[in-house]
């Protein structure tokens, strides 16, 4: 507790992020030519990152209507619209990316297909919910992405050896993701104004939304695993839960950052690294320059 505590304490200020969510234009070549297992020839670690891939398309599409629901709201706060709008293209970005991506997996006999049913029918569920519950699983979801891409990106371990077109890929989508972190989180203070309401709710979804996460992204790798006949490559398995939580251990390590959202008063800003991110970002302004 007392290093999140100091976590906390570096906190930057909670300002809004429109003028810190550029809008680039990238293409990204992924074909035949970059190696089934890009992740240093090892097959659980490649199909963790691929099994995010195929969640991506379905998921930031959910994450642009749950947020653009209250566009009417949005427009009575001219800074966060202007984030709104650049978080929208950003994540559009995302999905047309990632569709080329899960392409090329689906070349290699992905179930592609049959893994997105089952998000769909995640979603079904979901739309059941308030507008406003559908809003917290985004602002929850895009916080757990944010914190993941923060270990992506001060971490350089994590993609050390990979192919280094699929390094670039997502090295660019962990930059906007925590360019555009906060989006969703203000866009849900301004919708739900009952502050106890509100924490409770970003609480309770949180616990919920990891939970399902956690199961879902093991399940991908399994049925991708077994796609490949890796199931019963018992090192295989060891190697990605050593590499997932020892080293570089990017879920163990991004844990006290998650600990962070159940802190009151938190938003997502308090948790600065500005300096991973600036760094980051000189290595993708070779490959994509913001458009004009």
């Not at 995010?52 to 653009?68: A, Q, R, T, W, Y």
């Not at 559908?134 to 990979?162: C, W, Y």
Request: aromatic letters at 12%.
């Amino acid at each position: 507790m007392s290093y999140l505590k100091r976590l906390l304490s570096r906190r930057s200020p909670a300002k809004s992020p429109s003028t810190e969510i550029p809008r680039r234009h990238v293409h990204f070549v992924l074909d035949e030519s970059i190696p089934r297992y890009w992740y240093r020839d090892w097959p659980h670690v490649t199909r963790f990152f691929d099994g995010l891939s195929i969640m991506f398309p379905l998921g930031e599409k959910l994450f642009i209507d749950s947020v653009m629901h209250f566009r009417k709201e949005i427009e009575t706060a001219p800074s966060l619209s202007i984030a709104v709008a650049d978080f929208v293209y950003q994540e559009a970005s995302h999905i047309r990316e990632h569709r080329l991506y899960n392409q090329l997996l689906a070349a290699q006999g992905a179930p592609i297909d049959a893994l997105e049913k089952l998000l769909l029918r995640r979603q079904e569920v979901g739309n059941r919910f308030a507008p406003a519950t559908r809003l917290a699983m985004t602002a929850s979801l895009e916080h757990f992405t944010a914190i993941l891409s923060d270990q992506l990106l001060r971490n350089p371990a994590v993609l050390k050896g990979a192919d280094s077109r699929m390094a670039m890929l997502w090295r660019w989508h962990a930059i906007e993701e925590t360019e555009h972190k906060a989006v969703a989180y203000d866009v849900l203070c301004l919708v739900v104004r009952n502050s106890l309401w509100r924490y409770l709710m970003r609480c309770g979804v949180m616990l919920t939304m990891t939970a399902y996460f956690a199961v879902d992204v093991m399940y991908f790798i399994y049925q991708l695993a077994g796609n490949d006949g890796q199931r019963r490559n018992w090192r295989g398995w060891a190697r990605l839960h050593w590499w997932l939580l020892v080293n570089p251990g990017p879920l163990t390590r991004a844990f006290p950052r998650w600990l962070a959202w159940f802190v009151p008063g938190f938003h997502p800003n308090h948790l600065n690294n500005s300096e991973a991110l600036e760094a980051a970002r000189r290595t993708l302004n070779e490959y994509a320059e913001p458009n004009p």
